[in-house]
């Protein structure tokens, strides 16, 4: 080392160690890794969600209406009926 200037000795001169170094060094790096794995999460649920917006059909349950509890099963029958139906039509 080679003193370049006569520094006081009330004077604060910041010290930079390298263990603080390292500290600063590895926190901003798990800050990117973050970031970067947010962005990619986020860019994921985007392409997930539109992809299956494009594709999708919702077939919503039939409620039987009748007084008669031995029909009830005619409700259900009929969403499985249509929802089997719809499977065997292609995708395009």
Same mark, same amino acid.
């Given at each position: 080392?080679k ?16 263990r603080?170094?390292?500290?600063l060094?590895v926190?901003l790096?798990?800050l990117? @890794?973050r $970031?970067?794995?947010?962005? +990619?999460?986020?860019?994921?649920t985007?392409?997930?969600? *539109? =992809?299956?917006a %494009?594709?999708?059909? @919702?077939? $919503?349950?039939?409620?039987? +209406? ?7 099963y005619? *409700? =259900?029958?009929m %969403?499985?009926e ?5 499977t065997?039509i292609?995708?395009t």
């Amino acid at each position: 080392m080679k003193r370049t200037a006569n520094v006081p000795p009330n004077e604060f001169t910041p010290q930079w160690s390298k263990r603080k170094f390292a500290t600063l060094i590895v926190s901003l790096a798990l800050l990117a @890794a973050r $970031l970067l794995i947010f962005q +990619l999460r986020r860019i994921h649920t985007s392409t997930t969600a *539109a =992809s299956v917006a %494009q594709k999708s059909i @919702a077939v $919503l349950p039939f409620e039987s +209406l009748s007084e008669d509890k031995n029909n009830a099963y005619f *409700a =259900s029958g009929m %969403q499985d009926e249509i929802l089997t139906r719809l499977t065997k039509i292609g995708c395009t």
